[in-house]
């Protein structure tokens, strides 16, 4: 994932004509911070993780985030995501910077008591480097307002009571409303939008969707309101499709009973990964990285993928897709939702204010449609695809900051552009 980044930020650099300097400079994190985590478990055994928090750049204000709790966490993952954050939160123009982090753990393995203890054990080791003004983190992959909560809890030990600390919080913590359902939301409105390019709309619209958690179950109810049809559903124990169209209530009520989508009644039940391959208009990959490679890329059959997982699609993938002429819409404008409706929460707790949903709701609206807007006319003008147009507003957007603060007087040579 750390080389697709790279060969994307590349691509951009290339537009922007970066010389090879300032590209090794803009891609180098800040800070890597690497930690082992060692706990108690409820066997009374000690046993340990390795945590990772990568601050990757804070041109544009304090660095932000997720905190993923997944087996195949690392390093290069961590840096590759922080590294994305950076771009991602330029694109949407909220005033953070890039960082990502997590634990090497396995929840579904954890009792609740397991994985409060890793948590705070992990945030007792980071927390002279996070901070409101520093680095604030946020839900991620297996991580959700309950773990945000803890973090919150632990990290005021140290500093006093802080909720700006993290968001994602639950709502009787500090948190805000419109926050859980923002990255799922954002999808829809980022997709909504290319679709207007095309003179369509959702009616009818078939989709099928990799992950039915946070990101994915939000986006498929919001899509389903607008009137598409989301025709398959995989996570990681299996799938269920229906060409009618799943009940997306159902499936979530069902979801969250036996903790997949596996053996819903209302559909037909298909081997996990091929929802990657449906027969439908749109793809959304809604779980991990490195999803789409050049051994499936040939066999998609969407017109349109929308990335709302991180890093989903390799690039030799995204060659593949380019060749193919379909529309990608890519993470970092795709699944901004998230960290932009955190900037909400964070502003609301600095000033002890709360806003009510359809504030959120609508600014979160105003703002993904202004960065979908931008990246467009940027592909439009340079002739590029939307993830080379949305590097090229995230790198120019960090520059212009790194230069105004004198942060590297070298890159004055992005003021050119
Ligand atoms: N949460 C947020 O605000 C944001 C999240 N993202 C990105 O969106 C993606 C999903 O995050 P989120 O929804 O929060 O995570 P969740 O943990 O809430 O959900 C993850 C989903 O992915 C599924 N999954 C896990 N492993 C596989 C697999 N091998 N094959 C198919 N499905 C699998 C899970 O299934 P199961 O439950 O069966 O394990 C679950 O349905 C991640 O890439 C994350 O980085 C991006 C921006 C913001
Ligand atoms: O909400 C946030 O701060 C960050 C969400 C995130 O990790 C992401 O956008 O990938």
């Given at each position: 994932?750390?080389?697709?980044?790279?060969?994307?930020?590349?691509?951009a650099?290339?537009?922007?004509e970066?010389?090879k300097?300032?590209?090794?400079?803009?891609?180098a994190p800040?800070?890597v911070?690497?930690?082992?985590?060692?706990t108690?478990?409820?066997d009374?055994k000690?046993k340990?993780?390795?945590?990772f928090r990568v601050?990757?750049?804070?041109a544009?204000?304090?660095?932000?985030?997720?905190?993923?709790?997944?087996?195949?966490?690392?390093?290069e993952?961590?840096?590759?995501?922080?590294?994305?954050?950076?771009?991602?939160?330029?694109?949407?123009?909220?005033?953070?910077?890039?960082?990502?982090?997590?634990?090497?753990?396995?929840?579904h393995?954890?009792?609740?008591?397991?994985?409060?203890?890793?948590?705070?054990?992990?945030?007792?080791q980071v927390?002279?480097?996070?901070?409101?003004?520093?680095d604030?983190?946020?839900?991620?992959?297996?991580s959700?307002?309950?773990?945000?909560?803890w973090i919150?809890?632990?990290y005021?030990k140290?500093?006093?009571?802080?909720?700006?600390?993290v968001?994602?919080?639950p709502l009787h913590?500090?948190g805000?409303?419109?926050r859980?359902?923002?990255?799922?939301?954002?999808?829809?409105v980022?997709?909504?939008?290319?679709?207007?390019?095309?003179?369509?709309?959702?009616?009818?619209?078939?989709v099928?969707?990799?992950g039915?958690?946070n990101v994915?179950?939000f986006?498929a109810?919001?899509m389903?309101?607008?009137?598409?049809?989301?025709?398959?559903?995989?996570?990681h124990?299996?799938?269920?499709?229906?060409?009618?169209?799943l009940?997306?209530?159902?499936?979530?009520?069902?979801?969250?009973?036996h903790?997949?989508v596996?053996?819903f009644?209302?559909?037909?039940?298909?081997?996990?990964?091929d929802?990657?391959?449906?027969d439908?208009?749109?793809?959304?990959?809604?779980?991990l990285?490195?999803?789409?490679?050049?051994?499936?890329?040939?066999?998609?059959?969407a017109k349109i993928?929308?990335?709302?997982?991180?890093?989903?699609?390799t690039?030799?993938?995204?060659?593949?897709?380019?060749?193919?002429?379909?529309?990608v819409?890519?993470?970092?404008?795709?699944?901004?939702?998230?960290?932009?409706?955190?900037?909400?929460?964070?502003?609301?707790n600095?000033?002890?204010?709360?806003w009510?949903?359809?504030?959120?709701?609508?600014?979160?609206?105003?703002i993904?449609q202004?960065?979908?807007?931008a990246?467009?006319?940027?592909?439009?003008?340079?002739?590029?695809?939307?993830r080379?147009?949305?590097?090229?507003?995230?790198?120019?957007?960090?520059?212009?900051?790194?230069?105004?603060?004198?942060?590297?007087?070298?890159v004055?040579?992005?003021s050119?552009l």
């Amino acid at each position: 994932m750390l080389e697709a980044s790279h060969v994307y930020f590349h691509q951009a650099a290339d537009v922007l004509e970066l010389p090879k300097h300032l590209r090794g400079i803009l891609l180098a994190p800040f800070r890597v911070i690497k930690v082992v985590v060692v706990t108690e478990g409820d066997d009374g055994k000690l046993k340990h993780h390795h945590g990772f928090r990568v601050q990757h750049n804070r041109a544009r204000g304090p660095m932000k985030g997720g905190l993923r709790y997944h087996p195949t966490v690392d390093e290069e993952e961590s840096t590759a995501l922080a590294n994305l954050m950076t771009w991602k939160t330029a694109v949407v123009d909220v005033p953070f910077g890039g960082a990502k982090g997590g634990i090497d753990c396995d929840p579904h393995q954890l009792s609740e008591k397991e994985l409060d203890n890793i948590t705070r054990t992990f945030v007792g080791q980071v927390q002279d480097v996070i901070g409101p003004t520093l680095d604030i983190p946020a839900p991620d992959l297996n991580s959700n307002a309950k773990v945000m909560g803890w973090i919150m809890d632990e990290y005021s030990k140290f500093a006093g009571f802080s909720p700006a600390v993290v968001t994602g919080k639950p709502l009787h913590l500090f948190g805000a409303e419109g926050r859980e359902e923002a990255t799922g939301r954002g999808v829809m409105v980022v997709l909504e939008e290319a679709l207007k390019d095309q003179k369509r709309s959702f009616e009818g619209l078939t989709v099928a969707l990799q992950g039915f958690g946070n990101v994915g179950s939000f986006a498929a109810r919001l899509m389903a309101e607008k009137g598409a049809k989301i025709v398959a559903v995989g996570d990681h124990a299996g799938g269920v499709s229906n060409a009618e169209g799943l009940a997306i209530d159902s499936l979530l009520d069902w979801a969250r009973r036996h903790g997949t989508v596996n053996e819903f009644p209302g559909g037909d039940a298909f081997k996990s990964d091929d929802v990657l391959t449906w027969d439908a208009d749109v793809l959304i990959p809604a779980a991990l990285g490195n999803v789409l490679t050049g051994d499936n890329a040939s066999d998609v059959r969407a017109k349109i993928i929308v990335e709302a997982a991180n890093g989903p699609t390799t690039p030799e993938a995204d060659h593949i897709f380019k060749q193919r002429g379909i529309l990608v819409i890519p993470d970092i404008l795709a699944n901004a939702g998230g960290v932009t409706a955190s900037y909400f929460e964070w502003a609301q707790n600095i000033q002890q204010f709360r806003w009510e949903l359809d504030r959120s709701r609508a600014e979160l609206t105003r703002i993904m449609q202004k960065a979908y807007r931008a990246v467009a006319e940027i592909s439009r003008r340079y002739q590029v695809d939307l993830r080379t147009a949305a590097f090229v507003l995230g790198i120019r957007r960090v520059g212009e900051a790194a230069i105004s603060r004198r942060c590297y007087t070298e890159v004055n040579h992005l003021s050119a552009l």
